[in-house]
T-cell receptor, first 115, second 116 residues
Framework: QKEVEQNSGPLSVPEGAIASLNCTYS??????FFWYRQYSGKSPELIMF????GDKEDGRFTAQLNKASQYVSLLIRDSQPSDSATYLC???????????????FGKGTHLIIQP | EADIYQTPRYLVIGTGKKITLECSQT?????MYWYQQDPGMELHLIHY???????EKGDLSSESTVSRIRTEHFPLTLESARPSHTSQYLC???????????????FGPGTRLLVL
C-alpha cells in the first residue's frame, strides 16, 4: 500500500521564522520526492524535488531527505505571509520492475505565516 | 517547465447536461492525469494515460470518461452532470527523467465545475 503521511495542520509560524514541514512515506524503495505548493483555489505548483539523502537548497527553501527513516521535510527560511498555502508532499513509488508508478500525494499541510 | 492548458476555467451547468473538460499540453509528455479536488481537501486521481490510446482509471471511482487520441490532448467527459460532480478538476502531465528514474508532474490551472 502506497502511503504518504503529512500533518494536516494548520501550522502557524511567525513572519521571519523558519517553517518546517514534514512527510513520511511507506515504501523504502521510493526514489524521488517532491514538494508542491497550492494556494487556495489554485492548482499545485512544483517547488522542488530531491532524490539523494541529505539537504537540497533552493533560495529560501531546503528539502531534506532521510531514506533510512523514510522521511522528507521542507524548511522555509525567513517565512513571508505569501508563503501561506497548503504544501503537498509527493513520492514516486517504484514498480518491482523498476518503473515509476506516477506520484502519490499526501493530504497536505496548511501553513499560515502570521505577520 | 510544462505548458498545460485547461478550458473552461469555470463552468456552471444544469443537471443532466453533457460536458467535456479540455486539457492540452505542448511539451510532448506521454503521461497525463486527471485529478478531482474539493475545496480544502486532498487530490484524488480519477484517470491517467500512458500515451496515445491508453486510458486507465485512477484510485477514485468516477463517472467520467477520458480519451487520448493525440499525445497533447486528454479531454474528460461527463455524459450527464449531477450536483455531486461539483468540484475542481485538475489536469497534469509528467516528464520522465531516465537518469534519476523519476517522474515530475506539472499541473494545469484547473476547471471549477458547478452543477446546479
Amino acid at each position: 500500500q502506497k502511503e504518504v503521511e503529512q500533518n494536516s495542520g494548520p501550522l502557524s509560524v511567525p513572519e521571519g521564522a523558519i517553517a518546517s514541514l514534514n512527510c513520511t512515506y511507506s515504501d523504502r524503495g521510493s526514489q524521488s520526492f517532491f514538494w508542491y505548493r497550492q494556494y487556495s483555489g489554485k492548482s499545485p505548483e512544483l517547488i522542488m524535488f530531491i532524490y539523494s539523502n541529505g539537504d537540497k537548497e533552493d533560495g529560501r527553501f531546503t528539502a531534506q531527505l532521510n531514506k533510512a527513516s523514510q522521511y522528507v521535510s521542507l524548511l522555509i527560511r525567513d517565512s513571508q505571509p505569501s508563503d501561506s498555502a497548503t504544501y503537498l508532499c509527493a513520492v514516486n513509488f517504484m514498480y518491482s520492475g523498476g518503473g515509476a508508478d506516477g506520484l502519490t500525494f499526501g493530504k497536505g499541510t496548511h501553513l499560515i505565516i502570521q505577520p | 517547465e510544462a505548458d498545460i492548458y485547461q478550458t473552461p476555467r469555470y463552468l456552471v451547468i444544469g443537471t443532466g447536461k453533457k460536458i467535456t473538460l479540455e486539457c492540452s499540453q505542448t511539451m510532448g509528455h506521454d503521461k497525463m492525469y486527471w485529478y478531482q479536488q474539493d475545496p480544502g481537501m486532498e487530490l484524488h486521481l480519477i484517470h491517467y494515460s500512458y500515451g496515445v490510446n491508453s486510458t486507465e482509471k485512477g484510485d477514485l471511482s468516477s463517472e467520467s470518461t477520458v480519451s487520448r487520441i493525440r499525445t497533447e490532448h486528454f479531454p474528460l467527459t461527463l455524459e450527464s452532470a449531477r450536483p455531486s460532480h461539483t468540484s475542481q478538476y485538475l489536469c497534469a502531465s509528467s516528464e520522465w527523467f531516465s537518469g534519476s528514474s523519476s517522474e515530475t508532474q506539472y499541473f494545469g490551472p484547473g476547471t471549477r465545475l458547478l452543477v446546479l
